[in-house]
């Protein structure tokens, strides 16, 4: 009789539509091999780190069709990063303490024969980290920002898009109305991804991103033509780390625990910078937040997420560990580690999709 073997599955970081299609996709694929059983690691690697630990074996019970469902059944968070794990000291200041190595003993002690961490940026480096000291660990990207390179689309970013496109559709009737200029803030720190998108799926006078930074004059003489030549009502689609040429965005503080400082609120700055620039008409702004990674994933990345799922563990099958699954050209191949680490992926200036954006009548305000 073939030995039994096991593979643990864990989400880290923001949560994001189709994660549970990924999970079901690997337990699915997993269950066709008669040895292998399929476990869940609860809050990413917390549920290995912590005392007792929380990880559920993931029977056919638990993951029939959750592909359909948002979030995770895996639970997740953005404050359990092993190398730099927030640990809070007597005087209730937080120190950061590299935890890898204990993790890597208590994988080690689980005898799991692959991992597959489903992850954006952040915890693709977490990762290759891990497998440099030794652990059976495959990467699948997840993110609604579109933002890592070694990939053509992340899953959850198609959902983002037509969400926020729905929520545009919705501003444009009123804005027609009013005769407003409406202001629709969407998710994205550094990479305009959705926003870009959703302008040009929206048909936005406007459109702000942290790749271009924009000038205010530019922006009042566009929304200046359009109330005089064209329909008397601007909508414009900025993401939450855009910034003016010569200015900062606002951001909050966010809790101290956390991956990254929390942003939003760059609609309302943008609003109070119009006006003082002498843009007469009224602005609304509308922020849209987490609604853009809720809910339900659409069919493309049920799919997507899907395919993932089954080819982490087609890797885990092979022994292919160090790489992340990836979809480049219309295929779902692998990548290393190393190259999905490696670069950030920026919407770029001279990209034809910014091209063409423009070629619509789109200003990036710059
Ligand atoms: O990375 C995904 C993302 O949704 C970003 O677009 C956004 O800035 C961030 O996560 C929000 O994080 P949190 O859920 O911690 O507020």
Same mark, same amino acid.
């Given at each position: ?179 407003? =200029?409406?202001?629709?803030? !969407?998710?994205?720190?550094?990479? %305009?991804?959705? +926003?870009?998108?959703? &302008?040009?799926? /929206? ?94 994933? =659409?069919?493309?990345?049920? !799919?997507?997420?899907?395919?993932? %799922?089954?080819? +982490?563990?087609?890797? &885990?099958?092979? /022994? ?47």
């Amino acid at each position: 009789m073939e030995k039994t073997k096991k593979v643990l599955i864990l989400t880290g970081g923001g949560d994001c539509p189709g994660l549970n299609a990924v999970i079901r996709g690997v337990a699915k694929r997993a269950r066709k091999e008669k040895n292998w059983e399929v476990y869940g690691s609860i809050e990413a690697f917390n549920g290995v780190l912590n005392e007792p630990q929380e990880i559920i074996k993931l029977t056919s019970k638990r993951t029939a069709g959750i592909h359909i469902r948002g979030g995770t059944i895996l639970k997740t968070t953005n404050k359990g990063n092993p190398i730099q794990f927030p640990q809070k000291q007597a005087d209730g200041t937080i120190k950061f303490i590299d935890r890898s190595d204990e993790l890597v003993k208590k994988l080690n002690d689980l005898h799991f024969d692959a991992i597959i961490n489903i992850g954006g940026d952040g915890s693709q480096k977490i990762s290759k980290t891990l497998f440099d000291k030794g652990v059976p660990i495959i990467g699948v990207p997840k993110t609604i920002d579109n933002d890592l390179s070694a990939t053509d689309l992340t899953f959850g970013f198609q959902t983002a898009v037509q969400i926020a496109t729905d929520s545009f559709d919705k501003l444009v009737t009123t804005a027609e109305s009013h005769h407003r =200029v409406m202001i629709m803030e !969407v998710m994205g720190r550094d990479a %305009g991804w959705i +926003a870009l998108h959703t &302008a040009i799926a /929206g048909g936005a006078e406007i459109c702000l991103i942290p790749e271009i930074p924009y000038d205010i004059e530019k922006l009042v003489k566009r929304i200046e033509l359009r109330y005089k030549k064209g329909r008397g009502f601007v909508n414009i689609v900025i993401a939450e780390g855009a910034k003016p040429k010569d200015g900062t965005i606002t951001a909050s503080a966010g809790e101290k625990e956390s991956e990254h400082v929390r942003l939003g609120g760059v609609a309302f700055q943008l609003s109070k910078q119009l006006k003082d620039a002498g843009v007469k008409a009224e602005i609304r702004e509308t922020v849209l937040g987490h609604v853009q990674r809720g809910g339900s994933p =659409v069919a493309f990345d049920r !799919v997507l997420a899907s395919l993932f %799922g089954v080819k +982490a563990f087609e890797l &885990a099958l092979e /022994g292919k560990f160090g790489h992340m699954v990836a979809l480049k050209n219309n295929s779902i191949v692998s990548v290393t580690l190393k190259e999905a680490t490696k670069d950030y992926n920026f919407v770029k200036k001279d990209s034809y999709l910014v091209q063409a954006a423009k070629g619509l009548g789109i200003s990036f305000g710059d």
